[in-house]
């Protein structure tokens, strides 16, 4: 359990795909797709992030306990602390009575979406308010209800072995200076983002977002400025240069493929019925297809969902991909129709070659 709970389990990201579609039915379905999964490494040696050692958590508890995680998780826990608005669910696009749609955006325009389906029982899904999750961040600084001893507490805090010192029992571990750390974890769905922080002091903040964001560097500040650190300058969106690039990628290539179909007939007499196989439209075609797809393979590997999710965290790459493919296809068809009309017909002669032939008069004498 502290192997999974610091999550060094030694099952890795490469070997796990936390974001298949159709998502799991059940934690315990999720848990049995891992049963011939290989150990990366030796359990304890290394520190890899994975959603799915909290799914295997989950499952022991639901195991031990004979019912739900979420059953478990709201008698247990948080009916304890005073968590009552709070539920737990197991998938991540679960209704929820009063949650709002999370929404996808850039450079300021957002738009309210659904969240991309998932298995979340262990792993997240938890459905908080604020005052709910007040009542958490207290418990955690040890002025909450005693579910666990100061001992306790303090050894999640703490930095377990195997993880260089970076990570305890579910939360990172920081070097917060004057001999002190800071604990933090943050997390996000597509829709979604959130981050909550514990200084050396006791002092404590959380942000939640239902659009992507930067929350970790706001609930950093909110702590530090509680510690009476000197006011800093509200963190930039972190996609806002990807955003402005995508952005200028998008016009660009809108203005070229208008023109290219302008100036289909113009090309086509150009070339007088030639063709040529590498064009500005057929490529604009062949990166919109693979613009994704690759993106996200460079990032993460290649999967349908995670596609589908980086689709979701910048929509102008998905605009950019259906203006190159659609634009492209555009020019491609109104070339091809300009270069057919643009071949003369079989029969037709030009002027020159179609002129009668004609013999010389009879001379006449010099006058």
């Known amino acids: 359990m502290r192997h999974l709970l610091a999550h060094t389990s030694g099952l890795a990201a490469a070997d796990v795909d936390e974001f298949a579609l159709p998502p799991a039915p059940s934690s315990a379905a999720l848990v049995a797709g891992l049963r011939d999964v290989p150990l990366a490494r030796d359990p304890g040696t290394a520190h890899e992030y994975l959603n799915a050692n909290y799914v295997v958590a989950a499952r022991i508890v639901e195991t ?26 197991d998938r991540c696009d679960a209704a929820v009575p009063g949650l709002a749609l999370g929404h996808v955006g850039a450079l300021g325009v957002q738009v309210p979406v659904p969240e991309i389906p998932a298995f979340c029982a262990g792993d997240g899904g938890v459905v908080t308010t604020a005052a709910d999750l007040t009542r958490w961040l207290r418990f955690q600084t040890g002025d909450g209800a005693p579910l666990l001893t100061a001992a306790s507490l303090r050894e999640a805090h703490t930095a377990a072995p195997g993880t260089d010192g970076r990570y305890g029992l579910g939360w990172s571990v920081r070097d917060g200076g004057d001999g002190g750390i800071r604990v933090l974890h943050d997390g996000a769905l597509t829709t979604w983002t959130s981050a909550i922080e514990l200084s050396p002091t006791g002092a404590g903040a959380f942000v939640l977002t ?57 090309r086509a007499r150009a070339l007088g019925g030639r063709r040529r196989v590498l064009s500005l439209p057929a490529v604009a075609v062949a990166a919109g297809v693979l613009l994704l797809p690759l993106g996200w393979a460079l990032v993460a590997g290649p999967s349908w969902t995670s596609w589908l999710m980086l689709l979701w965290m910048l929509p102008l790459g998905g605009i950019l991909a259906f203006v190159l493919v659609t634009g492209g296809v555009v020019a491609l068809v109104a070339r091809a129709r300009a270069g057919r009309s643009a071949l003369p017909e079989v029969g037709d002669r030009s002027a020159a070659g179609s002129a009668p032939a004609t013999r010389p008069g009879p001379r006449t004498p010099a006058s």
């Not at 031990?64 to 669910?89: K, N, Q, S, Y």
């Not at 009476?228 to 016009?251: E, F």
Request: charged share 10%; hydrophobic share 55%; proline share 7%.
């Open 64 to 89: 031990v306990t004979g019912r739900p995680f979420g059953e478990h998780l709201r008698a247990g826990v948080l009916l304890p602390l005073g968590m009552t608005a709070t539920v737990a669910t």
């Open 210 to 266: 239902d659009a992507a964001g930067a929350p970790s560097q706001l609930a950093a500040q909110l702590v530090g400025a509680a510690d009476g650190a000197a006011p800093q300058a509200a963190p930039a969106d972190p996609l806002r240069a990807v955003n402005l690039v995508l952005a200028g990628l998008t016009v660009l290539a809108g203005v070229l493929l208008t023109v290219a179909v302008l100036r289909a007939g113009r």
